[in-house]
């Protein structure tokens, strides 16, 4: 849950790095949408939440492994916009070739540390139609949010994300037993859906 603050220090890295300035209104529709979304997901946690005994945990480094993640998103997510918007003259399919090259450098060492592995069974071992699926929808996913990075910015995806969650929700309701809506997500959508009316009621 406390990794929606990602939201407000997405807005944060917007104003520093990107020169905007949001209205008062404006950061109370962000901060709707940062409670929101946490109302939504800490209805979906309760639900999976299992106390194991003689579990311990530290909350201590939990917490600042997501505070660190909050900003570590914001900041990646901020520098990735910025990076596609003052591409200059660099074509959109070719900035966004360089900004995933990373990805694909990691995943070669990964491939890498598993050769041995792959070299046996091959690198498409265990794939099936579903991963195939999964893996058409993720790369369709990342073409989007590039779409909406350049011509939109990165609240605008914060929003989109945070109705997609709602969807999810509801669409588990359909396809796995055991799903119910409780009264955090009824408050939290109710406060997504505010948020974002009044985020887009105040004109740039």
């Not at 309760?46 to 909050?70: P, W």
């Not at 989109?160 to 959508?189: H, K, N, P, Q, W």
Request: glycine share 10%; with cysteine.
């Amino acid at each position: 849950v406390t990794t929606q603050l990602k939201v407000v220090t997405t807005a944060l890295f917007m104003m520093a790095f990107l020169g905007r300035k949001f209205s008062g209104k404006r950061w109370v529709a962000i901060f709707l949408l940062f409670v929101g979304v946490a109302f939504v997901q800490l209805d979906t946690i309760q639900q999976k939440s299992v106390v194991k005994a003689g579990n311990v945990e530290n909350y201590f480094v939990g917490i600042i492994a997501v505070l660190s993640t909050c900003f570590t998103a914001g900041f990646a997510g901020v520098y990735y916009e910025k990076m596609l918007k003052d591409g200059g003259s660099t074509p959109f399919w070719i900035r966004n070739l360089q900004m995933y090259s990373c990805g694909v450098i990691v995943t070669a060492l990964g491939c890498l540390n598993e050769h041995g592995a792959i070299r046996e069974k091959g690198f498409f071992y265990g794939y099936d139609e579903k991963v195939f699926i999964i893996v058409g929808l993720l790369s369709v996913g990342g073409i989007y949010i590039s779409l909406v990075m350049k011509h939109l910015d990165n609240l605008y995806k914060s929003f989109a994300s945070a109705v997609s969650v709602i969807f999810v929700v509801i669409l588990s309701l359909f396809v796995f037993e055991g799903v119910y809506i409780g009264a955090y997500f009824v408050l939290g959508t109710a406060m997504v859906c505010f948020a974002i009316l009044m985020y887009n009621s105040v004109p740039e």
